[in-house]
């Protein structure tokens, strides 16, 4: 069965990095792009981006460009999701969540499994 | 940006319909699809492809989408159908959520 398993809870100060990562299993890990989304306490959903996990492309939202990092091994069958300059709105809980489409169909369609989410709190 | 506006919550009693609404800008032109989210849980795709159910997913949820607005309709609304619910679009290449609808059963 597709498991998407995050790394744990992080606390960093502002202006410090995190770095999430997202191991899968139950499915081929180079077929499908992996999104990023987090989720302020007690707010929606917000979007960060994909990677492509064959060929390592990313695809950023606007507002994450240059502070979002997201790489994979795929040795590993791991993606991972770096954000640096944290601020204290960076709160929030981080999914992974794989794309419901195989990256040789093109295009992306929705988030059809998900991590359990990592909890990044950044606090002086 | 793009945009997509949800009512913030509504309200069913057991075994009645809920709709769930989703406006967006030519929404219609755009596929949308539905997560359901449970306190502290993971949000669960319900709908894709505007009115796709995936493997699992109940047939009691249904969508459409045309003209401006996407809905959700849950038929025979049950207790364990409570939760935040999210319609999902992409636009320019870039996922657009919904700010979500609390779904109370009551």
């Known amino acids: 069965q597709v498991q998407l398993v995050q790394s744990g809870t992080e606390v960093k100060k502002p202006g410090a990095s995190v770095k999430v990562s997202c191991k899968t299993s139950?499915?081929?890990?180079?077929?499908?792009?992996m999104h990023w989304v987090r989720q302020a306490p007690g707010q929606g959903l917000e979007w960060m981006g994909w990677i492509n996990t064959n060929s390592g492309a990313t695809h950023t939202a606007q507002k994450f460009q240059g502070r979002v990092t997201m790489t994979r091994d795929t040795s590993l069958n791991t993606a991972y999701m770096e954000l640096s300059r944290l601020k204290s709105d960076d709160t929030a809980v981080y999914y992974c969540?794989?794309?419901?489409?195989?990256?040789?169909?093109?295009?992306?369609?929705?988030?059809?499994?998900w991590g359990r989410g990592t909890l990044v709190t950044v606090s002086s | 940006s793009y945009e997509l506006t949800q009512p913030p919550s509504a309200s069913v009693s057991p075994g009645q319909t809920a709709r769930i609404t989703c406006s967006g800008d030519q929404l219609g032109d755009k596929h949308v699809c539905w997560y359901q989210q449970q306190p502290g849980l993971s949000p669960v795709l319900v709908i894709y492809?505007?009115?796709k159910r995936p493997s699992g997913i109940p047939e009691r949820f249904s969508a459409s989408n045309s003209g401006n607005t996407a809905t959700l309709t849950i038929n025979g609304t049950q207790a364990a159908d409570e939760g935040d619910y999210y319609c999902?679009?992409?636009?320019?290449?870039?996922?657009?959520f919904g700010g979500g609808t609390k779904l109370t059963v009551l």
């Open positions: 969540a794989r794309d419901q489409h195989m990256i040789t169909s093109g295009g992306v369609v929705g988030f059809d499994f």
């Open positions: 139950g499915y081929t890990f180079t077929d499908y792009y």
């Open positions: 999902q679009a992409w636009d320019s290449s870039i996922a657009v």
């Open positions: 492809y505007d009115n």
